[in-house]
């Protein structure tokens, strides 16, 4: 395997006017309409809209209400949507990111519909895990009309745009889903003077549909040699990602990519559409960027600085030993990951791993590898200097570490991305965990360090930084957990577990969780990433929003005071609690 090889290893819809009582296997409790309900209507509860309702509001929306199929229906016998043609192109592109972010229902990890209808014959398959109904929004006035249907039939409504989901927000069992896949459209700007302000903003900016996908805006931008700070997968799209903060290869220079927003139109809960920006709706703006998907309101159009495309010098490195349980393996690992608060003083950024059992044709490896770049330069000398008496050290003190270097540049982000954008599988179960680590957690204690990352079994990415710490966001701050603003090194895992089996399900999410211990210890107040994670994150109000969960609920309390938007783990989210397929009061 080369080593630029091994880098890189380390790294239709049908409209129906009624849904019937698809959950009729489930107990309801009577809903009462209005604020007081005891749970949220539901397909087979009293409070569910009658057909005839739902026939008007799909008339009111000019024919975009879908009903919400299982996209593995095709592949049952038993399901009316069966199809054996449609089955073999379910089957074939189900593992694929672009299946599931073209479907209005499914979600890239299917445990967040409890694995109700996966496109294989031999399993069950029933609508339960699944929205009822979908809005196929196209503007803000689709979504206005959705969230006003929702919040007067007490309806548990979700957002979808993609699917690309961690936490699986923009998935709800018998839910109304408003699919924002297709509010789109770009639009460049030399300038930008946002609403309500009496000034200019100068510099390039690009306003996008809150829909958009990431991979989508490079393509565009990358015409006129700009850029955006965004992403690594070209399935991410811009609402999810900036809503929860949002880091990139290019955060150490130019912040999150909550960072570069200038405006937002936003479709508030309470069914107002709304600019938000520093002149205007501030405390809106300030949560809109950072304070999490699904909460505050949706996303319906942004307003992003862009930035010139820069040129990338890479280096692919892997450090690995043929010893796993050596004592100089991990003392090499704990010494390198010691470097990378001077890697990122350096401007260095990248994606790394460190694995005690990685597996190369013939043997097993141990160590630390992947892929590092510097912007605004094509020699790699650069980069070789600046990684120079790291290599000296490992070599004079690990002489049996043979470093392997695979150097590489490109002209702009645009090439570099088509080469490194994550093309990771989709369609199974997957939790992921998250922890910031600042610069002390990294050089106190390098054993410790090791050790904890030898245990996490996962990733330590340099995507923040001093990029991320002298950040200037516009209106002076945004709701972005303020340990970013310290961190050097983002490191995420994940673990992935069979279909169908609760027990499998719960023992995965404890081991994960089991796993970050040791990064929790070692940089205990400094939290972790809400769009990387999972549900069962300790203190999830903390460690996702630092000191800003106060004002965060606040706000919360003022924009959705009916809990019209609710999801887990989300701001404000503790008047209620999924039961069953249900979703219920529990204050």
């Not at 957002?159 to 770009?186: E, N």
């Not at 958009?212 to 799209?237: C, H, M, P, W």
């Not at 010893?323 to 003083?345: F, H, I, K």
């Not at 982000?413 to 990771?424: A, I, L, N, P, T």
Request: net charge negative; proline share 6%.
């Amino acid at each position: 395997m080369s080593a630029s090889a091994l880098a890189r290893s380390l790294l239709t819809l049908t409209c129906v006017f009624a849904y019937g009582n698809a959950f009729s296997s489930q107990t309801r409790s009577r809903d009462e309409r209005g604020y007081a309900r005891a749970c949220k209507a539901a397909p087979g509860s009293p409070g569910w809209p009658s057909s005839e309702t739902w026939t008007s509001f799909n008339q009111s929306t000019g024919g975009k209400l879908l009903r919400g199929v299982a996209p593995g229906a095709v592949c049952h016998p038993r399901q009316p949507a069966y199809n054996a043609e449609q089955c073999a192109i379910v089957t074939s592109g189900w593992s694929t990111d672009d299946f599931h972010r073209n479907d209005p229902v499914s979600n890239l990890w299917q445990q967040f519909n409890n694995d109700t209808c996966l496109p294989d014959p031999g399993a069950p398959c029933s609508p339960d895990g699944y929205p009822a109904y979908v809005v196929n929004a196209t503007s803000a006035h689709d979504v206005k009309l959705a969230l006003d249907f929702a919040r007067t039939h007490g309806i548990w409504v979700v957002v979808k745009s993609t699917g690309h989901d961690y936490q699986g927000r923009s998935q709800a069992p018998g839910a109304l889903s408003i699919w924002i896949r297709h509010v789109g459209g770009l639009k460049n700007h030399t300038s930008f003077r946002p609403r309500g302000c009496k000034f200019t903003i100068d510099g390039r900016a690009v306003t996008v549909g809150g829909g958009t996908a990431v991979g989508d805006i490079y393509d565009e931008l990358g015409k006129i040699n700009q850029t955006i700070v965004a992403g690594s997968g070209r399935s991410v799209s811009v609402g999810g990602y900036l809503t929860g903060g949002g880091h990139s290869i290019l955060s150490p220079r130019y912040g999150l990519g909550a960072d570069s927003v200038l405006e937002m139109e936003v479709v508030t809960p309470m069914g107002d559409i709304l600019i938000a920006n520093e002149c205007q709706n501030q405390d809106l703006f300030w949560a809109m960027r950072g304070g999490g998907g699904s909460t505050f309101g949706v996303m319906t159009s942004v307003t992003l600085a862009t930035y010139p495309s820069p040129e990338m010098a890479e280096l692919g490195l892997a450090l690995f030993t043929a010893e796993p349980n050596a004592t100089y393996t991990w003392d090499m690992v704990g010494y390198v990951l010691s470097q990378y608060p001077y890697l990122d003083s350096k401007g260095v950024s990248g994606y790394s791993i460190i694995t005690q059992n990685f597996s190369i044709p013939g043997f097993q490896v141990a160590g630390i590898g992947g892929s590092f770049v510097i912007l605004g330069t094509q020699d790699i000398n650069d980069m070789l200097s600046i990684w120079a008496p790291i290599l000296d050290h490992i070599n004079k003190t690990w002489p049996s570490v043979t470093p392997i270097l695979s150097p590489q540049t490109f002209s702009s982000f645009q090439d570099w991305f088509s080469v490194h954008y994550d093309q990771g599988a989709a369609g199974y179960d997957l939790w992921v965990t998250s922890h910031l680590l600042d610069a002390e957690s990294l050089t106190s204690n390098t054993t410790a360090t090791a050790e904890a990352f030898r245990n996490f079994r996962g990733n330590a990415h340099l995507v923040a930084g001093q990029g991320v710490k002298n950040a200037k966001p516009r209106g002076g701050s945004n709701a972005v957990n303020p340990s970013w603003r310290r961190a050097i090194v983002h490191a995420p895992t994940g673990l992935t577990f069979p279909p169908l089996n609760r027990t499998a399900k719960m023992e995965a999410l404890a081991k994960l969780n089991a796993q970050t211990e040791d990064l929790r210890q070692l940089a205990p107040d400094m939290g972790s990433y809400v769009n990387e994670n999972n549900p069962a994150e300790p203190d999830w109000q903390h460690s996702f929003w630092g000191e800003n969960y106060d004002r965060l609920f606040r706000i919360k309390r003022e924009v959705d005071p009916l809990d019209v938007l609710w999801c887990h783990p989300c701001v404000g989210n503790e008047r209620w609690k999924e039961i069953g397929y249900q979703l219920c009061r529990v204050d």
